[in-house]
């Protein structure tokens, strides 16, 4: 059982970033690979982000390829998500998960990312 806590929503204005933090506990954090989701009003939860178990490779969903950075810190039980240049269209609820590459096993409960124009 891996037990996640997402950290560092908040409103900002586009153009502005922010840091998003995951701290994991339970079975050990450096077994899984982790990723971001999220999901804005009305739609459905979709794919940002996700880093191998070891962090030495990342995936990013298209529409923020070159504005987020997916890390971690092994060491510290914590996978991070770096925000630049963020769009109203970035309005959502993130989601920290671990798991293997094609099933995510454990969710956080979200933290609130509000983008102003």
């Known amino acids: 059982q891996v037990q996640l806590v997402e950290s560092g929503g908040g409103l900002v204005q586009a153009g502005g970033s922010l840091r998003l933090a995951c701290a994991a506990s339970g079975h050990s954090f450096t077994f899984y690979n982790m990723g971001w989701y999220r999901q804005a009003p009305g739609k459905e939860r979709e794919f940002v982000a996700s880093?191998?178990?070891?962090?030495?490779?990342?995936y990013y969903a298209n529409f923020v390829k070159g504005r987020f950075t997916i890390s971690r810190d092994n060491a510290k039980n914590t996978v991070y998500l770096q925000m630049n240049n963020l769009k109203p269209e970035d309005t959502a609820v993130y989601y920290c998960a671990a798991g293997s590459l094609s099933f995510m096993e454990y969710w956080g409960k979200g933290t609130l990312v509000t983008v102003s124009s």
């Open positions: 880093i191998t178990s070891g962090g030495g490779t990342t």
